[in-house]
């Protein structure tokens, strides 16, 4: 099975204010590979290059806590989303 196929089975609970935030997208723009947008394996992370900046879909967090990890800036502020929203694993 395919990873998308397995992140389809997954089950969000999404919330109004996001668990995400990008510190300062000065330090995104000076980034030459944004590996964020490279490693998620939800696509949380997308570089807009017309706006120059980050772009977070925080509704496809899986919480695996990769983007905390390779960016090499320390520029992601992520956090558990409240109590009752995020994600459900059916398997685990």
């Known amino acids: 099975m395919k ?35 490279i490693v998620c394996p939800a696509d949380v992370y997308h570089w807009d290059e017309e706006a120059q900046k980050t772009v977070v879909s925080y509704e496809n967090c899986i919480e695996c806590g990769a983007c905390r990890l390779i960016c090499p800036y320390t520029n992601i502020a992520c956090v558990m ?12």
């Open 3 to 37: 990873l998308e196929d397995k992140l389809y089975l997954l089950k969000f609970n999404w919330d109004d204010r996001s668990h995400i935030d990008i510190v300062s997208q000065d330090v995104c723009r000076q980034c030459p590979d944004k590996p964020c947008t």
């Open 81 to 92: 989303p409240r109590g009752g929203f995020g994600v459900s694993y059916k398997y685990g």
